[in-house]
C-alpha cells in the first residue's frame, strides 16, 4: 500500500515536472513564432552603367531582277563592295562572315499574280555579319554608310521597316555581379533600419531573400536593351549601358 501510494506520487510529481516543462518550451515557442512574425519587406536596388564591348552588325544587301544568273552576278559585286569597305575600315577577315542568302521568285509565289509584269521576278538577300569588340570604331563606321550608297550599295533593314545598324551588348555581366549584388543588399538593409528606427524596433537578421534579375538597358532609353547575360535585338542600340539589379528582402524585426 505504501508503495503504491509512493508511485502514484512519484507519477504525479513527473507529470507536473512535463507539464511545466512542456509549458515552457511551448512557450519557447510561441515566443519565437511572434518573433518570426515581426519583419519588414524591403527592396534594395544597384545600378551602374558600363560601356559594351561588343558590336554586331548584321548588313543586309538585296538585289532584285529578271535574270536568275544576272542578279546572282550582281550580288556577289555588291557583296564584294560591302566586304571592301569593311577591310578599308580596318576590320579583320576574322571579324566579317557571310550568313542567310535567300532567293525570292515572286512567280512562283500564291500572292501578288495580278501586277507580275510591273515587279521584277527574283529578289536575292544576302546578309554580310561583322561582331567585331571594338565597339568605338563599329559605332564611327557605322556612320559612314553613305561611302557605301555612293559605291551603288544601299543595305536593307533587317525587318524592312527597321533602319539598319549595329547592335551594342554588355557581355561581361558576371564581373560586376557580386559587387552590385553587395551594394543592392546594403541599400535594402538602409530602408530596413529606417523602417526599424521609426517603429521603436531594431533590425534583425535575414528572414527571406530573393534576388530578381539582372536588367541591361540603353542608357538614355532611346531603344530597348538586352535582358540578363542576353543581346538584344533593336536596331537602334547605344553603346552606353545601364545594369540594374533589385533584391527583395524580409528583415526580423527585435524590439
Same mark, same amino acid.
Given at each position: 500500500?505504501?508503495?503504491?501510494?509512493? !508511485?502514484?506520487?512519484?507519477?504525479?510529481?513527473?507529470?507536473?515536472?512535463?507539464?511545466? @516543462? @512542456?509549458?515552457?518550451?511551448?512557450?519557447?515557442?510561441?515566443?519565437?513564432?511572434?518573433?518570426?512574425?515581426? #519583419?519588414?519587406?524591403?527592396?534594395?536596388?544597384?545600378?551602374?552603367?558600363?560601356?559594351?564591348?561588343?558590336?554586331?552588325?548584321?548588313?543586309?544587301?538585296?538585289?532584285?531582277?529578271?535574270?536568275?544568273?544576272?542578279?546572282?552576278?550582281?550580288?556577289? =559585286?555588291?557583296?564584294?563592295?560591302?566586304?571592301?569597305? /569593311?577591310?578599308?575600315?580596318? #576590320?579583320?577577315?576574322?571579324?566579317?562572315?557571310?550568313?542567310?542568302?535567300?532567293?525570292?521568285?515572286?512567280?512562283? =509565289?500564291?500572292?501578288?499574280?495580278?501586277?507580275?509584269?510591273?515587279?521584277?521576278?527574283?529578289?536575292?538577300?544576302?546578309?554580310?555579319?561583322?561582331?567585331?569588340?571594338?565597339?568605338?570604331?563599329?559605332?564611327?563606321?557605322?556612320?559612314?554608310?553613305?561611302?557605301?550608297?555612293?559605291? @551603288?550599295?544601299?543595305?536593307?533593314?533587317?525587318?524592312?521597316?527597321?533602319?539598319?545598324?549595329?547592335?551594342?551588348?554588355?557581355?561581361?555581366?558576371?564581373?560586376?555581379?557580386?559587387?552590385?549584388?553587395?551594394?543592392?543588399?546594403?541599400?535594402?538593409?538602409?530602408?530596413?533600419?529606417? #523602417?526599424?528606427?521609426?517603429?521603436? !524596433?531594431?533590425?534583425? !537578421?535575414?528572414?527571406?531573400?530573393?534576388?530578381? /534579375?539582372?536588367?541591361?538597358?540603353?542608357?538614355?532609353?532611346?531603344?530597348? @536593351?538586352?535582358?540578363?547575360?542576353?543581346?538584344?535585338?533593336?536596331?537602334? !542600340?547605344?553603346?552606353?549601358?545601364?545594369?540594374?539589379?533589385?533584391?527583395?528582402?524580409?528583415?526580423? /524585426?527585435?524590439?
Amino acid at each position: 500500500m505504501v508503495e503504491e501510494r509512493r !508511485s502514484a506520487i512519484l507519477l504525479a510529481g513527473g507529470l507536473c515536472v512535463g507539464l511545466i @516543462g @512542456g509549458a515552457i518550451i511551448l512557450g519557447g515557442s510561441i515566443q519565437q513564432v511572434r518573433k518570426s512574425e515581426r #519583419f519588414v519587406t524591403v527592396k534594395g536596388a544597384a545600378e551602374r552603367d558600363v560601356r559594351a564591348d561588343l558590336a554586331v552588325w548584321p548588313m543586309k544587301v538585296r538585289v532584285a531582277g529578271n535574270d536568275l544568273a544576272e542578279v546572282g552576278r550582281s550580288l556577289e =559585286s555588291t557583296r564584294a563592295k560591302v566586304l571592301q569597305f /569593311l577591310s578599308e575600315k580596318g #576590320f579583320t577577315a576574322e571579324e566579317v562572315s557571310s550568313q542567310e542568302l535567300r532567293v525570292s521568285d515572286r512567280q512562283a =509565289s500564291d500572292y501578288g499574280q495580278g501586277n507580275m509584269k510591273d515587279m521584277l521576278r527574283y529578289v536575292v538577300v544576302a546578309t554580310v555579319l561583322l561582331r567585331s569588340k571594338n565597339v568605338d570604331r563599329v559605332q564611327q563606321v557605322s556612320q559612314m554608310t553613305d561611302e557605301l550608297v555612293r559605291a @551603288g550599295v544601299v543595305l536593307s533593314s533587317k525587318n524592312d521597316w527597321q533602319a539598319a545598324g549595329p547592335r551594342f551588348m554588355f557581355t561581361r555581366l558576371d564581373t560586376i555581379k557580386p559587387a552590385m549584388l553587395a551594394e543592392a543588399t546594403k541599400s535594402a538593409r538602409s530602408a530596413a533600419a529606417q #523602417f526599424a528606427t521609426d517603429s521603436g !524596433s531594431a533590425v534583425g !537578421s535575414i528572414r527571406r531573400a530573393s534576388q530578381g /534579375l539582372f536588367s541591361i538597358t540603353n542608357r538614355d532609353q532611346s531603344a530597348p @536593351g538586352q535582358g540578363e547575360g542576353g543581346g538584344g535585338s533593336d536596331d537602334q !542600340s547605344d553603346p552606353n549601358k545601364r545594369v540594374r539589379i533589385v533584391v527583395t528582402i524580409d528583415y526580423l /524585426l527585435e524590439r
